[in-house]
């Protein structure tokens, strides 16, 4: 399997402009999340789904993010406007709970400037 | 708030001895922990995990101790080896309420020196 896959890998854009970020997840998988990479915070999860429904969404820092699963294959997380601030690694990864196997696979992230 | 900490940002170590991180949660409902590893420009990736039946679990030179009553779990690698210079981040879950969901800590980077 190829595993996670995100695009872009890096990401440069000027404040105010729509960023769009993309996942395809591990195929057979049913959860996919969204974290967040920063100095200040480390690893937050943003957002994650249960066979394409979002689930829990109240890490997701304002109204400027909106995530979509529009199929178990593919994910978007979309920033509009985009702010300095937004400046981070973002990381997309899958899962399939089985018994008691829990793990997460991430992708290789997205490095995102906003300047 | 932080449900998992990891309280010490940097570890050293030499080649060949111990490396202890170390892992403190304050959410007595979880019952599943895991410890990832991390390289620069790469995304995380699995370790090993521990269920909350356990005490102990050993895979080759990782080990990963918890103990429940102290809400602490550590991960042990012996012997240390360059290659295991990386960020190493805890994770929990409480699959009784949150199924799928991890809680991290944010992270300990190991440097291990020749």
């Known amino acids: 399997d190829a595993g996670v896959i995100q695009s872009p890998r890096h990401e440069v854009t000027e404040m105010g402009q729509e960023v769009t970020l993309r996942c395809k997840p591990i195929s057979g998988h049913d959860y996919l999340f969204w974290y967040r990479q920063t100095m200040m915070r480390g690893l937050e999860l943003l957002i994650y789904?249960?066979?394409?429904?979002?689930?829990?969404d109240s890490g997701m820092p304002e109204d400027r993010f909106s995530a979509k699963m529009p199929n178990a294959s593919f994910s978007t997380l979309k920033i509009q406007p985009s702010e300095p601030r937004d400046s981070a690694v973002y990381f997309c990864a899958s899962s399939f709970i089985r018994g008691a196997s829990y793990e997460q696979y991430f992708g290789p992230g997205t490095r995102l400037t906003v300047t | 708030d932080q449900q998992v900490k990891q309280n010490s940002p940097s570890l050293s170590v030499q080649e060949g001895r111990i490396s202890i991180l170390n892992c403190d949660y304050t959410?007595?409902?979880?019952?599943?922990f895991l410890w990832y590893k991390k390289y620069p420009a790469e995304g995380p990736t699995f370790l090993i995990s521990i269920s909350s039946i356990k005490d102990k679990n050993e895979d080759g030179r990782f080990t990963v101790f918890l103990n429940k009553s102290a809400k602490h779990l550590s991960l042990h690698i012996v012997p240390s080896q360059p290659g295991d210079s990386a960020v190493y981040f805890c994770a929990a879950s409480d699959r009784g309420s949150t199924l799928g969901r991890l809680y991290f800590g944010r992270g300990t980077q190991l440097t291990v020196w020749p």
């Open positions: 789904f249960n066979n394409n429904v979002p689930i829990d």
């Open positions: 959410n007595s409902m979880f019952d599943y």
